[in-house]
């Protein structure tokens, strides 16, 4: 079983950035497409950004412009790198296998964006 281990996030105030990382172990990492996902107090988790294997890229519209996505696959790690942070952008950061979420959650990075 893979095991997911996000880190990264803290906190930092509007128009601040911050780089998210998420280390895949304990398996080989080849799923065609990763996500990073978020979940925000009283709010479902939602897709924020994916990834497939040779790097193509989409976004939620509310990030589009400001986050970026990438991995690196000899490392088995992938990356959000988040610029002009806004308050709604507070959540807990996951990533995982898009669609299918097959892998159990790891325990997110907290993303606080306040003044």
């Known amino acids: 079983q893979v095991k997911l281990v996000e880190s990264g996030g803290g906190l930092v105030q509007p128009g601040g950035s911050l780089r998210l990382s998420c280390a895949a172990s304990?398996?080989?990492?080849?799923?065609?497409?990763m996500g990073w996902y978020r979940q925000a107090p009283g709010k479902q988790r939602e897709l924020v950004a994916r990834?497939?294997?040779?790097?193509?890229?989409d976004y939620a519209d509310s990030v589009k412009g400001r986050f970026t996505i990438s991995r690196d696959n000899a490392k088995a790690t992938v990356y959000l790198q988040m610029n002009s942070l806004k308050a709604e952008d507070t959540a807990v950061y996951y990533c995982?296998?898009?669609?299918?979420?097959?892998?159990?959650w790891g325990q997110g990075t907290q993303v606080t964006v306040s003044s």
């Open positions: 990834i497939n294997s040779i790097g193509n890229t």
């Open positions: 995982n296998t898009y669609p299918d979420e097959r892998w159990n």
């Open positions: 304990g398996s080989i990492f080849r799923p065609a497409l």
